[in-house]
């Protein structure tokens, strides 16, 4: 069983920053895709972005160029550094991992962005 523990969630005006945050614990594998999805109030879980564990990215068309994600092997961490926000970016992140085959999914951390 992964664990994931998001932070860096918040309020923050149009055009601010926020770096999300997100450490992967307990029975590692071997994670390959890493990554984070986004909920907005009544709509669907969205995906914002994946990373591979060789460094592929992919993001979805709304957030290229001012979203950017990375991750730390080693720590088993992945990150989501997001500016340039919008109020359309305003929903709950959640971090995603996939390990040896399996997914897993964070418990969210909401990310507010007034105009």
């Known amino acids: 069983q992964v664990h994931l523990g998001e932070s860096g969630g918040g309020l923050v005006q149009a055009g601010g920053s926020l770096r999300l945050s997100c450490a992967a614990s307990?029975?590692?594998?071997?994670?390959?895709?890493m990554g984070w999805y986004r909920q907005a109030p009544g709509k669907q879980r969205d995906l914002v972005a994946l990373?591979?564990?060789?460094?592929?990215?992919h993001y979805v068309d709304s957030v290229k160029g001012r979203f950017t994600i990375s991750r730390d092997n080693a720590k088993n961490m992945v990150y989501l550094q997001m500016n340039s926000l919008k109020p359309e970016d305003t929903a709950v992140y959640y971090c995603?991992?996939?390990?040896?085959?399996?997914?897993?999914w964070g418990k969210g951390t909401p990310v507010t962005v007034s105009s």
């Open positions: 990373i591979a564990s060789g460094g592929s990215t």
């Open positions: 995603y991992v996939a390990d040896n085959g399996i997914s897993y």
């Open positions: 307990g029975s590692i594998f071997s994670i390959n895709v």
